[in-house]
């Protein structure tokens, strides 16, 4: 259930654990008894977010302004084969100077099709 801020006239700011559909409606004082409408006076409390969450967060909220850096584009992982970022080791297939391809490391026994 989440947390609400309220305020009540004499006693000042309290939180209060309430249902979503009551949220809006006005709570009883802890201290008076008192109806105390709600209030928004602090920012949100991120520290109680999971960490993912919140990296999640900071993530979107940096790429809504600002590029990634060379640096953060090297670390993204890529999809094996990607000539992008990836070694600058040689394909595994040759060619034939008919066009035909060849695969010599991989499995002799097979017939290409």
Known sequence: MPA?????PQCGL????????LRNETCACPACGAAAPRVIA?????????AGQRQAHERNERSAHAPMSAGEYRALRHPAGCSCCGSSRPSATQRAPSGAKAFPSKRPWMISH
């Open 42 to 50: 602090s920012a949100p409390r991120l520290a109680a977010v999971a």
């Open 14 to 21: 309290f939180d209060a654990q309430r249902p979503m559909a």
């Open 4 to 8: 609400y801020e309220y305020e009540c």
